[in-house]
């Protein structure tokens, strides 16, 4: 019944296997990017004020706590997009190993490419409340990955799974304060003044749980450029000093993990290492 399962945990892939997971991530991969490119920078003129319908333009027009500034955040997805690229070599390996490690998160990263695709349809038409769905559903998809995969070597965790999956959780409360009536409003101020600091949360579980500073890192830049974008809005108030605060913090646990991992020592919290390879060290963790 695993082989009829693409989410079952395999250590070995057919060749028939490999082949479908080749075709499949490359075409999910474009069809990502077109459409995220596409609906960030391309010009679709409607309505009698012939308002620019693009993701950004959406950002901007329904300000909330939790807008983001345009240019740090394309240029994360830029980045991402460049590292998923790195991982999609992975399935061209010569290496058995890098292989299999590449086709078992090889189906939730295509799920993640078809939810992500959906998401930025439904956000630019501005069906705010099912693209909000599709972006609980990819963090239920890539949250599942994270935790049956998180011992792969970063050139596939981080494009695969915890660039994503930091991305996600942002988004969800971006497009649910776009989501909601008033989003502008004093409640809703107070309320994104509050639910901001879940992002610290977030991202020290994963920094002090499985010293990824993949995870702490993405997090760090989207922080950045929400208190950027809060900044730019409104000098006096306190989101962006929230935000600018979270990003530090992240920012510094990232550097204390990252940096005894790419030297091949222990973090400070002591979870030891099960190998010396600098690149799989970081993500590693005992049995």
């Not at 075409?27 to 010009?43: I, K, N, P, Q």
Request: proline share 3%; charged share 10%; net charge neutral.
């Amino acid at each position: 019944m695993d082989r009829l399962n693409p989410f079952a945990r395999r250590e070995s892939h057919s060749s028939g296997e490999v082949i479908t997971y080749k075709v499949l991530t490359v075409l999910s991969w474009l069809l990502s990017l077109v459409a995220s490119v596409y609906y960030a920078f391309d010009t679709n003129w409607v309505g009698e004020h012939h308002h620019r319908v693009t993701i950004w333009w959406l950002n901007s027009a329904h300000y909330s706590g939790f807008t983001q500034n345009y240019l740090i955040t394309s240029l994360f997805w830029l980045g991402l997009f460049i590292l998923q690229l790195g991982y999609v070599g992975h399935l061209f390996s010569s290496k058995v190993e890098t292989v299999n490690a590449a086709c078992a998160v090889g189906s939730h990263f295509i799920l993640n490419n078809l939810l992500h695709f959906a998401w930025v349809l439904l956000f630019v038409h501005a069906h705010f409340i099912l693209s909000e769905i599709f972006l609980i559903a990819n963090f239920i998809n890539l949250t599942i990955l994270y935790f049956r995969h998180n011992t792969y070597p970063r050139f596939i965790h981080w494009p695969a799974v915890s660039g994503p999956l930091a991305w996600t959780f942002v988004a969800i409360y971006w497009n649910g304060a776009i989501m909601i009536p008033y989003q502008g409003s004093l409640v809703a101020r107070i309320f994104a003044n509050i639910f901001i600091w879940s992002i610290l949360g977030f991202g020290m579980f994963f920094i002090i749980a499985f010293n990824d500073y993949t995870m702490g890192f993405s997090l760090s830049v989207l922080t950045a450029s929400l208190g950027v974008a809060q900044f730019h809005r409104q000098i006096i108030a306190f989101q962006w000093i929230f935000a600018f605060t979270i990003m530090a913090v992240l920012f510094v646990f990232t550097v204390i993990v990252a940096i005894p991992a790419w030297t091949g020592k222990e973090a400070p919290w002591g979870r030891r290492q099960t190998t010396n390879d600098t690149e799989r060290a970081p993500l590693l963790a005992d049995p």
